[in-house]
């Protein structure tokens, strides 16, 4: 490596140095410092434990929904050409643009108790806001570029000889998908499906619009860490935070490691 | 199985790519589709194999009509371009794909597949995957895997196009004893005239989405029905000419030809085409009609040798087998052995045109 | 288009339209409703002047640094190789798995008046949490990625072809980068940009903790918004969300513009 | 300019691309560098070139040594193979930068590129971007920018390698006039034997990082220093025999042929390799040493046909110039015109085993 390039290099580790890695060992300094006991007793507030399974559920319903209709646009962007594409492709990013605490909003002036649609379902006592299908519907609305934008590129350099060639085959289409096509793009798909879990693990801003963060219901995880935080239990809201991260990592972690192993 | 094409017609939006295209294939046959980039050949294997719906027209297979026939029904097989391998799977794995489709038992599908693996010269490859072969290995186990479900009849899209010359030069022979041996019907698209001249039976050459002339390699060659024949397979020279009665004056020359049997348009201006290796090169004159010529540049090409010549109001390439005779700067004479006559027309320049813009000419 | 795929047109359709659009048409409708005047209201109000300048500032700040940074580790993944290169590589998309309230944590932590660092620059009466800094850092944190992620592909792409012939044609390494690389690669850095400046305005979890939501101080746009949202002034809420998203959506339709009609 | 390439070696990890090449190229001469996929000619090409830098050895340009200059500093044009035309200028811009980064006059400026423009034949696609021009434009924009600084060196790195057949054999005739118009040194890497022998006043034949032979296309063709280079330029026949004093055995005939002259190894095994050209057929033994064979397989090829042949042991192809002489299943007589001799050994395995790896023989 030649000087300039070393200086280069230095400037860049300080640089993330500074905004990633310091920051991150910060909390595992904290934990530690305090023992796991801290840990473990946050592990035994059933409050806590709701608070997580409620994440857990929001992300696999976000999971679920953003992948298979993510999947179904990608091919509609990618396979077919008609009026009113660009206009779709220009909404993908969308909720990019849009800040998490208006999509909130979004949605409580939308489904609200007095809200256009939300009246009508009010009416049914069916409750949007304040409770799971409204949370659901943030977390969706936040986590929804991410499978089409990791599976487009990849469609797209993919083609469809492979495809053509299983049909020449005697494929059905049926086997075709399973077979030559969803292997074929399932690393695009991963990839989104891992971004979607760790922005649905960590939304905050959607959620707590939405939510009210009632606790034992609307509470979610990171809700519980900003709760705990305010009440000044330090110590607890680091020993949330490090389980909500390390999950996060982990899944991160994991997907780059088959990444640079996989063969194809 | 036999195939016949009736009238078939293509077009993507305003372009026409296949523009009535009629012919027959015999069972058994390896027919060559010949013609420059974008002449509507793929297109018309594509309508073939079921992987376009043609806008016109009829494709027959065994006196069946095949245009309501899915890809998939018509159990072609298909050999691509790039490949088209199945990235996901091994050479293995990408052969048995379509036995695998078809459910078929376990034991008939390994033994099918070790008889493909052995055909294709595969034999040690079968656990790779696609991005561990060359380009050679990757169409031979894209041969083996069209060939797997036993399909009656084989298309080949331009398979050794993406190759090196002398893996193609040998793909191309290889290709040629395996059809022998298994006598598949078979139709492949080509924008190389040696490869179509050197492997198949029947050479159908297309020029925007039309079909120019089918034949056999040497009627192509020798009898090209028109001059955009004559000029894309195979080198050629134009010359100009002019046709009076039975004689045929070369402009320029105090040459005078005969009017070729066969040939009987009515007197007027005329183009000879000649062969570089109908061109005969004498040291004296033979005749009063051999026509006087400078070596201009002689290029060495092993087992041939091209000889540039200046003539006085035009330049000619003499194509000549025997070494070391030649020089530059050298005067010699010229006759031309054997030669085509076309009548100089609009089609005339525009085919010239059309091969400047391929680029064929400078 | 076949039956099929029209029935599947119709089901992604249906999502969009539940998830993005109508939620977006609501906002607009809420502030229709109360004539343009609450808009003009807003506008008067010097509170909320200062939180729209916040905004731009952290925006402008995360972008310079951001794509400077991001454009020199770009280069540096692309074009050297390394130990512990899998290492950088992995750390990119790290922001992403960080819920932005964690991040807001650990810089608290980290460069608080008890933190780590922080307690350093407390005794040089550095303000760094509850001020501009930390909020700067907490939006450099959550905006890391876009840049990285945007031109490490286009840079791969690319190659080096182009650039060594510029150096036999007789171009020095400045001139080359100028005329030549930057150029290649400036479509990737522009959609880059984009992402950074839509998710820096729109920030609000990791903000709402470092910042302390100061009234004039520490208040941005959307601290803002949450601020009369939860004081129940709904059309002043509505009307600051108005701005912000529209100044995110033109960014955005500006760049999927120039996109469509770019020549190269 | 001349150029000196003294024992030049470079690794890539544990591969050796480059293993102590040296040859000289005299000014105003146009140089193939010719050998397989992975020999190391392109590598050789970009340590002239500065791109690369050599782990021993030395580039001289008329005498000095270049081995501290950078790519900016030597000033040579370089085409690539994959054209590296500045996707965002237009030819126009493409062609000006050499001549913009010097911050030449803007007179001067258009003029030259104008000059260029013409020279390559590109008047009327100035202002189009490379992608809307076709392979052959694109390399012909590539060419004028390397000449656009009037380099006194042009190096090509395997230039019409992504061309069309037809193109590239247009472009190769219309290399070989521009070098003979500019008489620029020229060093050009190819894997295409043909295009070698077509356009080079001088072919440097390399194999797996070594030089195997450097002489005029002539030279390799007719008198290879060893089997690699035989085989590689060229189609050759290679033939099982025994050398006994001066006579030399045929294996599986009763044919006996001479010791060449200069071919002063002992009696032993050797092998003949005759090019296919060289293997002469007559329906009547002519003398006693006339090998009996059966014709197996045609292949016309428009101006030349090519005949198997199955002798007792082993078969032939032979190259015939006049047509419709031999029909398959024919018995004929062979005699070997010319041939070359060399003794077996290790080496003539192990590049037959290179070149089926390479997917040259199957």
Known sequence: MKKGDKILMVLVLGWIAVLVLLPLSGIVREVWSNGLSSLAELLRQPTALRAFMLTFWLTLGSVAVNTIFGTMLSFILVRHSFRGKIFLEGIIDLPFAVSPVIAGFMFIILFGPRGWIGSWFDAQNIKIIYAFPGMLLATLFVTFPFVVREVVPVLREYGIDQEEAAMTLGASRWQTFWKVTLPSIKWGMIYGITLTIARAIGEFGAVIVVSGGIINKTQTATLLIHHKFMDFDFTGACAAAMVLAAVSFIILIAMQYIFSKRKV | ?362
């Not at chain 2, 003539?311 to 010699?332: C, N, P, Q, R």
């Open chain 2, 1 to 362: 199985m036999g195939i016949s094409i009736q009238n078939v017609s293509k077009r993507f939006g305003d372009f026409i790519a296949v523009d009535g295209v009629s012919f027959e294939v015999q069972t058994g046959e390896l027919v060559a589709l010949l013609g420059p980039s974008g002449c509507g050949k793929s297109t018309l294997l594509r309508v073939i194999a079921g992987l376009e719906t043609p806008d016109a027209g009829a494709v027959i297979f065994n006196g069946v009509n095949m245009n309501a026939m899915s890809a998939r029904q018509r159990r072609v097989g298909f050999v691509f371009q790039h490949y088209a391998l199945f990235k996901h799977m091994t050479a293995e794995q990408n052969i048995a794909f379509a036995l695998n489709v078809q459910k078929r038992g376990k034991k008939e599908i390994a033994e099918r597949v070790g008889h493909l693996i052995d055909l294709v010269k595969m034999r040690g490859y079968a656990g790779h995957y696609p991005s561990q072969l060359s380009g050679g290995q990757r169409q031979r186990v894209a041969l083996a895997r069209a060939l797997a479900a036993e399909p009656a009849m084989l298309l080949l899209d331009e398979p050794f196009s993406a190759l090196d010359l002398k893996v193609r030069e040998s793909l191309v022979g290889w290709l040629r004893n395996m059809h022998d041996k298994l006598n598949v019907t078979s139709i492949f698209v080509t924008h190389d005239q040696n490869e179509a001249m050197e492997i198949s039976d029947k050479i159908i050459v297309i020029n925007k989405g039309r079909v120019e002339q089918i034949g056999a390699a040497r009627d192509v060659y020798e009898e090209p029905s028109n001059k955009f024949v004559a000029s894309f397979i195979g080198n050629i020279n134009i010359i100009d000419a002019h046709l009076e009665g039975e004689a045929i004056f070369v402009h320029g020359t105090q040459a005078k030809l005969h009017r070729p049997a066969g040939y009987d348009a009515p007197s007027g201006d005329i183009v000879l085409l000649v062969r570089p290796e109908d061109i005969g090169l004498q040291h004296v004159a033979e005749g009063p009609h051999a026509i006087p010529a400078v070596v201009t540049g002689i290029r060495y090409k092993g087992s041939v040798t091209e000889v540039d010549l200046q003539l006085t109001d035009f330049s000619l390439t003499a194509l000549e087998f025997s070494k070391y005779i030649w020089t530059v700067g050298e005067k010699v004479f010229v006759n031309f052995k054997k030669y085509n006559v076309f009548a100089v027309g609009d089609s005339h320049h525009a085919i010239r045109r059309q091969l400047e813009q391929l680029g064929y000419i400078e």
